[in-house]
């Protein structure tokens, strides 16, 4: 088995995957692709587009040379091979709070602040309701955190994961900086933050 993951390694996708490995304590060889110089761009060779035709990483190569892509298709099969401790889930229950939230992570943070920037230059001013839209969703969150120490269940799950590493990019790379007005949503950042898996 073979995790095919960004070379510069600050992509969000792959990152999500090496971040779930590391709090899993699973060890997996890691190859990598540049992906950040679209002339050099290795994830659109032939040789890789035989992983994944459609180009991107993560891609998690099997030992009998087939492939799976796409970061939560990956993470649900190794869930499946590995359930403890359960990111996904150990109940009904956690199960569909987690899901709940990785959908609304997804589509109100992670889409807006990936989506955002290259939008805003195709077309002007596009940019600014993505950039608001995910501003009212971190509010929501932040009211989330008062009460709650991680954002699905009563345990760290891949919901944080997959929020930590979409505001954690939008931070570094894309101008979104973590709301002034939002404590609690800075107080689960910087624990996510010191966990030993966000180096991964």
Not at 83 to 101: D, F, K, N, S, V
Request: aromatic share 10%; proline share 9%; charged share 30%.
């Amino acid at each position: 088995m073979k995790l095919w993951t960004d070379a510069g390694g600050t992509a969000p996708s792959p990152r999500r995957v090496r971040m779930y490995l590391a709090e899993k304590g699973l060890e997996v060889p890691l190859a990598t692709v540049r992906i950040d110089d679209v002339e050099v761009r290795e994830t659109r060779t032939p040789e890789f587009r035989r992983r994944n035709p459609f180009g991107n990483v993560p891609v998690l190569e099997l030992d009998d040379g087939s492939a799976l892509a796409e970061s939560m298709a990956i993470i649900r099969y190794l869930e499946e091979l590995h359930p403890q401790p359960p990111l996904l889930g150990a109940t009904a229950l956690e199960r569909a709070e987690i899901e709940m939230w990785l959908r609304r992570l997804e589509q109100r943070l992670y889409i807006p602040v990936d989506w955002g920037p290259p939008l805003g230059r195709m077309i002007p001013g596009a940019e600014v309701p993505f950039r608001e839209g995910a501003l009212r969703f971190l509010k929501r969150l932040d009211t989330r955190l008062a009460e709650h120490e991680f954002v699905a269940c009563d345990r760290f799950s891949m919901a944080d994961i997959f929020g930590f590493g979409a505001l954690d990019y939008g931070r570094r790379f894309a101008g979104f900086p973590l709301p002034a007005d939002a404590p609690h949503l800075r107080r689960w950042f910087e624990s996510t933050a010191a966990r030993p898996s966000a180096h991964a």
